[in-house]
């Protein structure tokens, strides 16, 4: 029997795989595009309509379809079968489309994937690790098509974006996260790895639901839940021990613990944590360029204060204390608002996150309030007059346009950050608050949104994704050879790509560069990160051209390559 041999990788990916068998391989199909010759060798006539085509008819084919159907979840639908049927095609599509199909592979309908992943699940992709196979963990892992993974994403699926809840629907995150690894930086999607902790859900419409896919159970917790998780990260650690592995969508209460209790154990990050801080900072320092309020002089708000909002927080803290402020000082600057009003020293049920960031009882005594036993975040606005508002509640609405205006009456120019995801969790759309300040605001929002016009000016509004951060984080680590991840990753990830705004030239322009650029900014970021990794001892230094050179070589591009037949190798 032949053999076929993949180029792209070190050590290439080969099988023996004929006829149906080689089709019905996502990695090695190529669909139409098949040579006359390989139709001969893999014995593929007849399997295939005579026509040889190339990957671009197949690209402009499918994109044909795609903009034929009628909702953005059919689109996301026959995105997720076209990865699992073509993986070349699928990642030449988004890659070349990325600005009209990021919305779909991943925020906001991802969201709506999650909910109804169970409805569309045809094949497998990924490993879900159900709590029930606690004892079978490892032999799962061992399976030889796993070999050459390097990044693994994994959630539990119980806080998926801001929709809460969605069990083992949740998987939609870890695929459409690795989609984006191999779309803006590259890194081949056979070392990429899903995988979905299914240990029960407590959303009852799953659990009703006769087409759920997951375990039928609520959800283990406590010591039991625990113990699951250092089960699955041993076995994961002991399988690969070069692997990343990117924690993603676990709840508040196990996000941040989690990450403090295998960070120094592999090479690993919280993406919610760090790289939405990443992010944040990284468009704050952007709008620095416009407002020419310096970082030291900048008063922040904060509606949120989960893990996502205290890791935002943490990165700022640092940058200012980096450009000269205090500690104390810096930590002054920040108004960390949860559902129980603006946090103050003295409150119960402080998280250890959230402690650095309390206001002290005496700086807001003299405070006019609305209501005397709460701080609001009106209350904030009025006597605090923040620069900037950042937004990571998952709650719709939650800016409101008293909130905005008061905000808006002492700062030129605002920066409002309403980050939270999907859409329609969003705090505020980019069109009320560019109304509410009169066209003044520096906005960044985590789901995207069509340009807003306003007197007669049309305004680009900035995707503040992660999707700028984490895929060159990967990238970084895997060309470096970094045994950790860092806070100073995340910190070199924001200031490369506050380097490539826009603003630096124009301070006129967007806050970040076009969606379009994502591949450009990967290698920016994966360059700051693997130079930060070798100057903090994580990993070997390398002189620029040799770097870059890595970099390139790491760098997958989605295209065919004639298949080799390569000789039998004994096993």
Not at 450 to 470: A, E, M
């Amino acid at each position: 029997m032949t053999r076929l041999s993949i180029p792209g990788l070190d050590d290439p990916v080969d099988a023996h795989l004929t006829g149906i068998d080689l089709i019905n391989q996502p990695l090695f199909n190529k669909g139409t595009a098949f040579t006359e010759a390989e139709r001969d060798a893999f014995r593929l006539h007849g399997l295939l309509p005579p026509h040889v085509g190339t990957l671009e008819e197949q690209v402009t084919r499918r994109l044909t379809a795609l903009r034929g159907l009628a909702t953005d979840f059919e689109r996301y639908a026959f995105l997720r079968d076209l990865q699992d049927l073509n993986e070349t095609l699928f990642y030449a599509l988004v890659v070349h489309n990325i600005e009209e199909l990021l919305p779909l592979v991943y925020t906001p309908t991802v969201g709506e994937g999650c909910q109804r992943f169970s409805e569309i699940w045809r094949k497998p992709r990924g490993l879900f690790l159900s709590y029930p196979n606690r004892h079978r963990i490892r032999k799962i892992l061992e399976d030889s098509r796993y070999d050459r993974v390097r990044v693994i994403v994994f959630s539990d699926g119980e806080r998926i974006l801001g929709l809460g809840d969605q069990g083992a629907g949740g998987m939609g995150i870890p695929i459409g996260k690795l989609s984006l690894y191999t779309a803006c930086a590259g890194i081949h999607p056979v070392e990429t790895l899903p995988i979905l902790l299914d240990v029960g859900t407590d959303n009852e419409e799953r659990l009703v639901n006769p087409l759920y896919i997951g375990w039928r159970h609520n959800r283990v917790r406590g010591a039991e839940y625990d113990a699951f998780i250092e089960e699955v990260v041993s076995a994961i650690a002991e399988r690969w021990p070069d692997v990343l592995l990117q924690w993603e969508d676990f709840a508040g209460s196990n996000a941040e613990r989690l990450l403090e209790r295998y960070r120094d154990r592999l090479c690993t990050f919280n993406d919610d944590i760090q790289g939405t801080a990443a992010v944040a900072a990284g468009t704050l320092l952007a709008a620095i360029n416009v407002t020419g309020v310096p970082l030291t002089e900048q008063r922040v708000a904060l509606l949120g204060a989960g893990s996502a909002g205290c890791g935002i927080a943490s990165l700022l803290l640092k940058a200012m204390i980096d450009a000269g402020s205090s500690e104390a000082e810096a930590r002054r600057r920040f108004f960390a608002v949860d559902k129980f009003g603006l946090l103050v020293e003295g409150m119960t049920g402080i998280t250890a996150a959230q402690q650095r960031f309390l206001q002290k009882r005496d700086a807001v005594a003299a405070w006019k309030l609305q209501k005397p036993d709460e701080i609001t975040l009106l209350d904030v606005m009025t006597n605090a007059r923040p620069t900037v508002l950042i937004g990571v509640s998952g709650q719709a609405g939650a800016f409101t346009e008293d909130i905005i205006r008061s905000m808006a009456r002492h700062i030129d120019r605002p920066v409002i950050f309403p980050l939270s995801n999907p859409t329609s969790r969003c705090e505020a759309t980019p069109a009320q608050l560019m109304t509410w300040t009169e066209g003044r605001a520096l906005i960044g929002t985590g789901s995207p949104f069509s340009p807003v016009t306003l007197q007669g000016r049309t305004v680009p509004i900035d995707q503040t994704n992660n999707s700028y951060i984490f895929p060159g984080v990967g990238l970084g680590v895997l060309v470096s050879g970094a045994k950790r991840v860092n806070d100073a990753a995340f910190m070199a990830a924001a200031k490369a790509l506050a380097a490539l705004s826009p603003t630096v030239k124009d301070k006129d322009g967007r806050l970040l560069p076009p969606v379009t650029e994502l591949r450009r900014v990967s290698i920016a970021v994966a360059t700051a990160v693997a130079r930060g990794a070798a100057r903090d001892g994580l990993a070997p230094a390398y002189d620029e051209d040799t770097l870059a050179e890595r970099i390139r070589a790491r760098v997958w591009d989605p295209r065919y390559h004639p298949y080799g037949l390569a000789p039998q190798r004994n096993t």
